[in-house]
């Protein structure tokens, strides 16, 4: 039961697409990550997923809108619903994740940014 400063966090990992889990809430985990360009597309059949974005712009790309998450605002995205974040022009964004413990990574697909296992910080 100590606090998390979640700034100082980021500054322990480099790779991007990669998060890394700083708290367990019950069945919930909340994973920090830090993104840049595109994503793969994908859905989670089962799991809610919450990007609160730390720092830049997040596009998060559905297959009839896109919508833009900026610093201190979040999106959920409901289960089921195929999406693709990204980001603008090579900027680096950073974002707190909020899902639960069984939610894969890249959903319903494997590619080559799929991480298995997320490191704890």
């Known amino acids: 039961m100590n606090a998390i400063n979640i700034q100082e966090k980021f500054t322990r990992f480099s790779e991007h697409w990669h998060p890394h889990q700083i708290a367990v809430v019950d069945d919930m985990q909340v994973l920090l990550a830090k993104l840049k360009d595109d994503f793969v597309w994908h859905k989670h059949e089962e799991e ?3 990007f609160f974005v730390q720092k830049g712009t997040l596009e998060m ?8 998450v900026r610093k201190g605002e979040l999106i959920v995205v409901p289960k089921g619903v195929e999406h693709c974040p990204k980001t603008q022009n090579g900027e680096e964004v950073h974002v707190l994740l909020f899902e639960k413990n069984t939610t894969k990574h890249t959903g319903n697909v494997t590619s080559e940014k799929t991480k298995t296992l997320y490191p704890k910080l």
């Not at 559905?62 to 833009?68: G, K, Q």
């Open 48 to 50: 809610d997923e919450l």
């Open 61 to 68: 790309q559905f297959r009839d809108r896109t919508e833009i």
